[in-house]
């Protein structure tokens, strides 16, 4: 047997992540939570607790509180009563607070990314590489434009109290897309993360209480769909922010239709894969498994429509099922799966009749000859081919990991299948001809394009769709306008202070001078100074100098009376090493 032959036969062995840091956050918890408003935490109530549980063994994680309407009004209090400073503290104040928010995020990474995975069933590659190192980012790049503001933006003023909904897909990642420019935008917040994915959310709060955020810029309430439609319709929201299904965003848009909020709907998808015959089809077939097989497939712009052309479809086809048939589905903690569980029972079943469907109209599925794990809730990569373009599983979004494969002559053709949907969120073009992919992307209805990749995500380039994939943007300068409205007030400009400017003057330098009363008294568990300090993680001391931990992680310590003291940094085996050898 040859070396290449022996590489081709090998398993990979287990290589599980300890869920240690995330289990003694819940156990400290005792793994009952109530809700985070006006800068304290509610106790849980007893009659109105639900399960929030790991998808991948059935067990369960923790108790959350599902809100009442009162939770709500306290909350959208809390935020309308914060939001009168908040919005008068200058922008290299609000940055200072982003950035801290940032780099404790940084510090936790660990922790943060173990529960996510715990929490939503995603494997442990996936948080700890992509989903929480992105979270850090858009916190640091709109703590930028916090300071930027005023000069960027000076005819703009924040929107007001902000209502947002975020899915179960991305926890975490979501919540930093919406919360990290509205505060940047001097807005409030009032957030209901998704009822099967609640704990990294909490977990976040926590971390406001680190760092001193001033009580009820950010209030978090717990709960089902009635929960958000509480926050909708609730009279003293400003702006409604969502994320979820075009269904839902219906509703929504119908709900807010005349009421003076403004809305921004980042909804479904079924986006195009097109390839055409001089792509390089070994970087395709990569291409298509972080495409449809990311996150499961739970993914609002997963490529789950792949359009080859007629020459090469066969040869794709074939390296494609090579590709899936050593594709791993299992623990998602375990460092060397591919693949984690489905989110929830529900989902399960919808992806499972979607699949049924799609065989019952006609088209030919393939299914790797491995099974997969009875303990969670997992399903196996799924390949359709010989598939209409009118077939249900062409046109329905089933948020999973099913591809359906359709075949194309010319670019016309490529453009007039990828067009067929109601949706219009993302796409990914893959040629060796630059020319002909340019071309092609700017004849595609999408709202982000990819060209020879997918999947690429960064705070500073906006996202978001049009047609029934909803409607503005987030990241990047583009998403800050979600947050601001034009000043009505005339501007004046060389003119000699009267009494009222004079008032506004001097209430503009005292906000300058970072001295209202919520950034002044910090909050209970903060920090003791006004605002935050930087980074405030003491070093190692190896070899006579002082360094950062190799691992980057922090441990958080606290006084008697709970006051956040600082951040220790956690060592491991490399450190331990460095301080022997200089020994």
Known sequence: ????????????????????????????????????????????????????????????????????????????????????????????????????????????????????????????????????????????????????METELPNYKPVGVVGQIIPWNFPLLMMAWKIAPALAMGNTVVLKPAEWTSLTALAFAEICDEVGLP?????????????????????????????????VGRIIRAATAGSGKTLSLELGGKS??????????????????????????????????????????????????????KLRVGDPTDKAIDIGAIVAPVQLEKIQKLVAQGQDEGATIWQPSWACPTEGYFFPPTLFTDVAPAATIAQVEIFGPVLVSMTFRTPAEAVALANNTRFGLAASVWSEDINQALDVAGKIKAGVVWINSTNLFDAAAGFGGYRESGYGREGGKEGLYEYVKFKEEPRTQNLEPNEEQGNKETKKQSAQDGQSEAITNGHRNGPAIGFPAIDRTPKNYVGGKQARPDSGYSRSVYSPQGRLIGEVGEGNRKDIRNAVEAA
Not at 79 to 103: D, K, M, V
Not at 218 to 232: C, Q, R, S
Not at 272 to 294: K, M, N, Q, R, Y
């Open 1 to 148: 047997m040859s070396i290449a032959d022996i590489f081709e036969t090998m398993e990979y062995g287990p290589a599980p992540e300890s869920a240690s840091p995330a289990n003694a956050w819940l156990d400290a918890h005792q793994r009952r939570f109530g809700m985070y408003i006006d800068g304290a935490w509610t106790e849980p109530a007893d009659d109105r607790l639900f399960e929030s549980t790991n998808p991948a063994n059935r067990k369960l994680l923790g108790h959350v509180t599902q809100a009442t309407q009162q939770d709500v009004d306290a909350a959208v209090a809390a935020a309308s009563t914060a939001f009168e400073s908040w919005s008068q503290t200058p922008g290299h104040i609000r940055a200072r607070y982003l950035y801290a928010l940032a780099r404790q995020i940084q510090k936790h990474s660990r922790r943060l990314s173990v529960l996510e995975t715990l929490d939503n069933g995603k494997p442990i590659r996936e948080t700890r590489d992509i989903d929480i190192p992105l979270v850090a980012r858009h916190f640091y790049y709109h703590a930028g434009w916090a300071q930027l």
């Open 215 to 247: 009580r009820g810029v950010i209030n978090i309430v717990t709960g089902d769909g009635k929960v958000g439609e509480m926050i909708v319709k609730h009279p003293g929201i400003n702006k409604i922010a969502f994320t979820g299904s075009t269904e």
């Open 272 to 325: 195009p894969f097109i390839v055409f015959d001089d792509a390089d089809l070994d970087s395709v077939v990569e291409g298509v498994v972080d495409a449809i097989w990311f996150n499961q497939g739970q993914v609002c712009c997963a490529g789950s429509r792949l359009l080859v052309q007629e020459s090469i479809a066969q040869r794709l086809i074939d390296k494609l099922r090579t590709r899936m048939e």
